[in-house]
């Protein structure tokens, strides 16, 4: 299942991250994709933020992985400069440790996803405006989808 969605400014990212945390769910893994700058980190601490996370989220660039412990874990991980090689690093045991994971530059490690995600595909259009591309793979994804349009 596919959306394209339009957020004209942060307050809407907001709204659509809130959405996204009414509707979380155990192993939940949403991949985020898009250029420098597009809003890939805003949203993921926009939704931490939601689901009570209390501690500052910043981009995971330079960790890899960031473990935020709160009622629901929330594990954020950008695997930029990982350059698609994420043998070695315990990827896969995040995807059933019972949080939510969010992971940016996804589409760099297409073949260490699980089968069952969400993927959001983020484009600028201006200096406040994005669109989203928002897939699902299964169907707990699409009910997801579902849920937020």
Do not use: Q
């Not at 809407?12 to 945390?21: M, P, S, V, Y």
């Not at 192993?27 to 996370?53: P, Q, R, Y």
């Not at 070695?88 to 069952?116: A, C, H, R, T």
């Amino acid at each position: 299942m596919e959306a394209k969605i339009i957020l004209n400014n942060e307050e809407d990212t907001k709204k659509l991250a809130k959405k996204f945390a009414k509707s979380k769910f155990k192993n939940m893994i949403v991949c985020l994709d898009g250029d420098l700058g597009s809003g890939k980190t805003f949203f993921s601490k926009s939704f931490a933020k939601e689901i009570g996370i209390n501690e500052a989220v910043t981009s995971p660039t330079f960790t890899i992985i960031k473990e935020y412990e709160g009622k629901t874990p929330f594990y954020h991980i950008d695997v930029y400069r990982l350059n698609g090689d994420v043998e070695g690093i315990g990827l896969e045991e995040y995807f059933d440790k019972g949080g939510i994971v969010f992971i940016e530059w996804s589409s760099m490690i297409k073949n260490f996803l699980p089968k069952e995600r969400i993927e959001i595909d983020i484009k600028r259009i201006s200096e406040t405006k994005r669109e989203l591309t928002i897939t699902s793979y299964g169907d707990k994804y699409d009910r997801l989808l579902g849920e937020v349009l």
